[in-house]
């Protein structure tokens, strides 16, 4: 079955503590991305990554690290997290190009509280 | 990427077809029409995309106006599943295919 995978769903963490939130997708996509999502504000683009090395970043990158090390995978690193970055977290990925426009497959998010 | 409003919320009655309009103005040529749909706080849903030609599949209807600058989703049969919130997405190849999500419209289907 075709699907992103996002750990952990849920996660409650301290101030500080550097965390990892992992995606991974089974569809050999080469687009992938990280978006937020907040009450009033809607979802928002933090990074995304057109290929294996390839990262950029979103509108709301402050605070966040990505890497994709490979085409599967593609963590979310928050190395100092803040109470600012609690929020619902969604990982995406499509198949793409420079004149391709695809659809994009999301994962069931993660939901981090930060205190 | 061209921005786009949508009404904010509308009520359907199950088993009638739901039409949810959006205004996509700035709309430039190479720029794919989107929706996608994200029922409580799961991963939004792809529904369909179109560029100038009106589209169909098994979930849905997209139909694009001659000057691109609307179109309208519609939902032929909605049952109380579809209650959501629905958002309208213009996107241009070559983006990282961004999606710049709005405030989208909730979608409230009624027995």
């Known amino acids: 079955e075709a699907q992103v995978t996002q750990n952990p769903r849920y996660l409650i963490t301290v101030t500080g503590k550097k965390l990892t939130v992992t995606c991974s997708q089974n569809?050999?996509?080469?687009?992938m991305s990280w978006y937020r999502q907040d009450p009033g504000l809607g979802l928002r683009q933090i990074y995304y990554?057109?290929?294996?090395?390839?990262?950029d970043k979103g509108d709301v990158p402050e605070g966040y690290k990505v890497s994709r090390k490979e085409k599967r995978n593609f963590p979310l690193i928050l190395e100092s997290p803040s109470p600012n970055q609690t929020s619902l977290y969604f990982c995406?990925?499509?198949?793409?190009?420079?004149?391709?426009?695809?659809?994009?497959?999301f994962g069931q998010g993660t939901r981090l509280t930060v205190v | 990427d061209a921005k786009t409003t949508q009404p904010p919320s509308m009520d359907c009655a199950e088993g009638r077809a739901a039409n949810l309009p959006c205004n996509h103005s700035?709309?430039?040529?190479?720029?794919?029409v989107y929706w996608y749909r994200q029922i409580h706080s799961q991963g939004p849903q792809y529904i369909i995309h179109?560029?100038?030609n009106n589209e169909t599949n098994e979930m849905a209807s997209l139909i694009i106006t001659e000057d691109r600058k609307s179109s309208t989703l519609i939902l032929p049969h909605a049952t109380l599943r579809d209650t959501a919130v629905y958002y309208c997405?213009?996107?241009?190849?070559?983006?990282?295919?961004?999606?710049?999500f709005g405030g989208g419209t909730r979608v409230l289907v009624k027995p």
């Open positions: 997405i213009v996107s241009r190849p070559g983006a990282g295919n961004k999606l710049t």
């Open positions: 995406a990925s499509s198949l793409g190009g420079p004149i391709l426009n695809t659809e994009a497959f």
């Open positions: 179109g560029l100038k």
């Open positions: 990554s057109m290929n294996v090395e390839v990262t």
């Open positions: 700035t709309i430039s040529g190479n720029e794919y």
């Open positions: 569809m050999n996509h080469e687009y």
